[in-house]
């Protein structure tokens, strides 16, 4: 009795060297109610299901978790290229400045801190008229991406052109309570336009004045004219 003793001892040993380095290969079969093992084998076999869930657990957790270590690294690369290439806003659902990367303060002359806390509005130069703003507060209310054109001021005063994507983020009611509102700046581009602009409105007023200096002229040289044939007709006559 003494030998099966031992060797189910050794057995129950192995089982819980085997569970406790977390190899649940093993099996620990003790059929023999009134085996006084029983009680132990039983208890053993239900922490060692217990275990291997827990294990099968932590195994999805750590995947889990790099995957979302990986999300967060390449979401992070996303955000050092939108940072390098363009001026990046971040406001609240009241349109006020929450976050505010370098280039907003390199094009603003405004410091972060003189940005963070205030209205988008302190960059607003006056050029757009209300109702362009409220159309776009109208789309990214409704959720949707607005993208535009506005002119700015800068601190300094000088007005600068900027193109915008603002995107809504949505709470799980969908909902927008936070945009992110991406400019590019296409000042160069856009003042080159409207000096083209310009010039053809002024090559147009100059083609528009000389165009009435040419009838003005044309109108007022038919009076000698017609005087000077008249006077030659009336010379005929009289010959």
């Known amino acids: ?15 819980i060297e085997s569970i406790s380095s977390l190899d649940f290969s093993k099996e620990l079969k003790f059929n023999n109610p009134e085996d006084p093992f029983e009680a132990i084998v039983y208890g053993l076999n ?3 299901s217990e275990l291997k869930l827990k294990d099968e657990e932590k195994n999805i957790l750590a995947m889990k978790n790099e995957q979302l270590e990986l999300a967060l ?15 990046v806003i971040l406001i ?41 703003f409220f159309n776009m507060w109208k789309t990214i209310k409704s959720g949707k991406i607005w993208k535009g054109e506005i002119q700015h001021c800068s601190k300094s005063g000088t007005d600068y052109w900027i193109e915008v994507v603002i995107i809504p983020f949505t709470n799980v009611k969908g909902k927008p309570y ?39 002229v044309s109108h007022d040289l038919k009076s000698p004219i017609n005087s000077a044939l008249g006077l030659i007709t009336l010379i005929k006559k009289e010959m």
């Not at 030998?3 to 129950?12: A, N, V």
């Open 178 to 216: 936070r945009y992110l509102v991406i400019e590019y700046d296409i000042s160069l581009h856009k003042n080159t336009i409207l000096k083209l602009e310009q010039t053809q409105n002024n090559f147009k007023e100059s083609i528009n004045k000389l165009e009435k200096f040419a009838y003005t």
């Open 1 to 15: 009795m003494k030998i099966k003793d031992d060797k189910k001892i050794l057995e129950i040993t192995e089982f």
């Open 92 to 132: 609240d659902d009241k349109g006020i400045i929450r976050s505010v990367n370098e280039k907003a303060c390199d094009i603003s002359k405004y410091s972060r801190n003189e940005l963070i806390g205030k209205s988008y509005k302190i960059l607003n130069s006056g050029y757009n008229p209300d109702v362009y």
């Open 73 to 87: 690294k390449e979401l992070n690369e996303y955000k050092v290229a939108l940072d390098y290439t363009n001026i």
């Open 46 to 48: 239900m922490l060692k």
